[in-house]
């Protein structure tokens, strides 16, 4: 009776969470002029309210065809965001990974103060740290390139924080005998280390994915030329003249991150339970 | 755990070996089977793998959907050229007079002796007419003549008794008015002598009015009337003074006897009043009655004068009524008859009869003398002079028309050239203007004529004919040639063909490249530049400089229908 009662609560706010998902869905499917009559009060200074149908009309896939066969450019950006966010996640697996295992495994002086300040820098948001980037990313001629993107990314301090906690959770037995095979600390990351922490390694990379997915911040502050930009930066270009596109390119740009998060759900649960047990 | 030997030796740990070590925990704690965790997970990696696959398909259809899409444009800069307004029209070599040949109307054509084209001399055949036709025409002809000289006959006729109506007319309305300004010239006569005649009696009875008997009586009355107020008036003054003597002498009575003396006039007065009231009142009635007899002296008088004059007054009065009636029917009566006159005087309205059969009795003569020379001349139409035939309007068999039958050029006056074009193009060509012609064939270009003339088309006011006189033997009558006529202009720094320019609620803009940064990277677009005509012919178009950059390149052609804001790529040379 109880999950009963539960699922009664919990149906309707989980519709009200996915209703964005849903319009979104529908608007992709709608004709352009029902949108300009739904959307006008906002976007052309129509008179009335904005109104909204669950099931479109006059269903159209013009939307569709227009964004995948007449928009290059939207292509040309998703492919941009593609890069960028392929090459940062290389870079975090490539730089955060062995930091995190230097933090969970080894012992050294200033330990914990260099990792408190890697929580610290954790927790400032881009805009406290917009203006000190720009200047250095200028003074080293990698502003409107987009490495001003890639190479902060790459040196962020989430993922570190997330796989120190899954590195942290191997056994000392394990490693200790790994020592004894062979002394080589790093082929114990590599053999070892890496293999087991895994999962901190997988949801770290698909919370990095779903993150630098959906940078914007960053693009816009760093990056001029339009050629550079990245599929985040395509949707505030739309109007109301395009608003079925803007609904279409919102859909396809929501698939990739659907997809990787579903490739890498089970790895996330795994972490945020692990590290709720064994924290 | 087993030894490590080498690397490749080294136990690969399923990703989910170490899960599988916190599985088991969880197992144990949680007490829950756990499902297969990779069913979706694979299907995710797959669905991942085939979406990137199908995005980049579609960045490949996009592109070529958008390079197909793009127009493909040409540039060119301005150029400095003069605007040039070329003329060319086709048109024909007539000669320069041509004569008409007409026939009798209406007359069965027996045979033609030429054909369009041919060359004919003076009293060549051209045509011959029927003999029964010309003999029955005449016929017909001479009748109808007769009828007409009728006719004519008839109307003199009426014109003449006509006349004499209208002379007999006048006459009697002359002789009317005469007998009638006799007639009330005497009436009018008499009434002014009534009439003098009653003013004189008036004015003498003014000057002179007659004494009356009855009035005489009155006048004796108011005499004795008088003289009674007289003898009255006396007669009480003299009473009067006796009573003032009385009491005069009675107061000094009065005194002396030392009585009241006032009472002793009292008392004289008092014998005395009656009297006094008795000759008071006589002298009273005296002067009434006078007053009286004048009165009605008076009033007689006037009585007897006014009766008199006022019947003199009638007379003249009745007298001046007779005169003006008198006058009045004198001027009716002679305006009526001078009315009269002039309807008797008054021309009759035209009628131009008699003139119009004479000119139809003249053109009647002319017929019949033409037919008699015809049928003389076995009907036989000849040529008048030297030329070719034109055009023929006449055919075996048919009656001849009305108008003209043969037509004939008249080589004589030499040939022309002419043309026709639009009248808009009146601007670029004038008399005396130099025109080239081409004509067909292997003939050579004739350079250097002139315009001689240049006239509106009747038929068509929106064209105009070009005449070009010809040299002699130079082009053969009849054959067609191509004119041209240039008519340059100053030289302009800014041209651009016509096909450049597009148009637009009466402006005119063209299209220039722009480049902005895009998506893909720099992107052309075709921008509008608005310009001003100075002028243009059918092919450039001078425009005003204003808004141009030196070296200024606009988009002079393009595979696909352009407007503004519209991305384009340049035609690779």
Known sequence: MRWKLALFVLLPLAFLVCSPVLFLLTGSLMDPGEL????????SQGKGYVAWRLVPQSPSLRSYVELLLDSPEFFAMFWNSVRITALILVGQLLVGAPAAWGFARFQFRFRKTLFTLYLILMLMPFQVTMLSSFLVLDSIHLINTQWSVILPAVFSTFPVFLMYRFFRSIPEAILESAKLDTGSAFQIFLNIGLPLGSAGIVSALVLGFLENWNLIEQPLAFLKDKTLWPLSLYLPNIDLAKAGVAFTGSVVTLLPALL???SGQDYLEQGITAAAIKG | MERLHSKNQLPRPHPGSPARLIEIDLH?????????PFTLQAKALRALAGFLSLMIFFTVLSRVADSLTIARVDLQETQKRSIDHKITASGQVIANGAKTVTSFPGIRVASLAVKPGEAVAENDPLFSLSLEDLQQKLEETELELEKLNLDIRDQKSREKTEADSRSTALARALQDYNDMKSETGKAVEQAQKILTEAQNRLEEYRENPPPHADLESLQLICEAREKALEEALSALDALQTTVDQQVQEARQ???????????AENSVRASYEQALNTAAEKAETARSEKQT??????AASEQESSSQEQELLDAVSIAQQNFDQAVSARDSALKAAARAIEDAQKSPSADSSAEKMEMEWQKLSEKIEELQKLLENGGVVRSAFDGVVDKLNIEVGNPTPDGTAVLI???SQGTAFIAQIPAEQEKYISVGSTVTLKPGGDQKELTGLTVESIQKVQKDSELLEITVKLPENSLKLGSS?????V???KPYPYCVPLSALQEENGGYYLLIIQEDAGFLGPELTAARLNVEILEKNESYAAIDGGSLVAGQEFIADSNKPLEAGDRVRLNQP
Do not use: N
């Open chain 1, 36 to 43: 300009s009559q739904y959307l006008s009060p906002i976007l």
């Open chain 1, 260 to 262: 990787v998060f579903l």
């Open chain 2, 28 to 36: 144990s704690l949680i007490g829950r089977r756990r499902k297969k």
């Open chain 2, 253 to 263: 009575q009065a005194e002396t006897a030392g009585v009241d003396p006032d009472e």
């Open chain 2, 293 to 298: 007899a004048d009165h009605d002296l008076a």
């Open chain 2, 409 to 411: 050029s008249d080589l």
């Open chain 2, 481 to 485: 040639a191509e004119m041209e006529a």
């Open chain 2, 487 to 489: 008519q340059p202009s």
